[in-house]
């Protein structure tokens, strides 16, 4: 199944105030963070992407095109040869498209259309995000519902904000801790069907115009998770997944627990 992924954006939040590195590749480790999405979606077999490129496009290419197995693989090094013991992207297609600098989501994905022909589904991804989220239970659950023409992740706000309860004008009557309420946010990974396309209007938003109006439908499905996820859309929050890396603690990244046994 292909996977779409949206890695254009100019990602303000996450610079450091100097730094002009887009988004998707701020390193998680020795690898950006856009290589840990792709790595997660290719340990479930999922290994055809459209990346829908932006600002930050030539960083991105380069990446590829100039890859390194030996940065993130064991191999054995003789006579000045390198003989590797394990691959990362050998069996990947990558289709690098450039969706416009300052493109919605949604009509970024209306430029990769002609990528997508003859697909029943595919996935697409906002790359900012890690989770170690079954997406084989997710599309097995989008594939029983005919009737979806989307679906997306639905985690727990990660917010540490407080909610305030007013009456009377200006009278608290409680205070509610975010992450403790009884509402949902979309995790950014979604599965979808060829019919999104009929709901993205020119220059569009993947969410707020084409989900918003299924959701209207009763078209538009969650899969519920409570698991880890883990955004990467701050330099706090970058922060925070690198001390997980530097500790071993790595539960996006699958792979290394099958390698480990």
């Not at 060829?194 to 220059?203: A, H, N, R, V």
Request: charged share 20%; with cysteine.
């Amino acid at each position: 199944m292909k996977v779409v992924l949206f890695c254009g954006g100019y990602g303000m939040r996450m610079r450091d105030g100097g730094s002009s590195t887009p988004k998707p590749m701020v390193p998680v480790g020795p690898r950006p963070l856009l290589w840990h999405v792709m790595r997660y979606y290719a340990h479930y077999g999922h290994r055809d992407f459209v990346l829908c490129l932006g600002y930050g496009a030539q960083q991105i290419k380069d990446f590829f095109l100039r890859y390194d197995e030996a940065a993130s693989n064991d191999f054995v090094l003789q006579g000045g040869d390198v003989h590797l013991l394990d691959s990362d992207i050998s069996d990947w297609r990558i289709t690098f498209v450039d969706t416009g600098q300052d493109s919605a989501i949604g009509e970024r994905l209306r430029r990769v259309r002609p990528h997508l022909e003859h697909e029943d589904m595919f996935l697409a991804n906002y790359a900012d995000v890690l989770t170690d989220a079954p997406i084989d239970a997710m599309v097995s659950q989008f594939e029983a519902n005919p009737t979806a023409v989307a679906q997306l992740l639905a985690v727990p706000p990660q917010a540490a904000f407080h909610v305030v309860d007013l009456i009377e004008g200006n009278r608290v009557e409680s205070i509610t801790a975010l992450k403790d309420m009884a509402i949902q946010e979309n995790g950014g990974y979604l599965v979808l069907r060829p019919e999104i396309f009929d709901y993205i209007p020119e220059g569009g938003d993947l969410v707020g115009d084409a989900c918003a109006a299924l959701a209207k439908e009763g078209r538009l499905a969650a899969y519920p998770y409570s698991g880890f996820w883990h955004p990467a859309d701050t330099v706090k929050e970058r922060v925070a997944l690198e001390a997980l890396y530097q500790a071993g603690s790595t539960p996006w990244m699958p792979w290394r627990q099958v390698a480990l046994h």
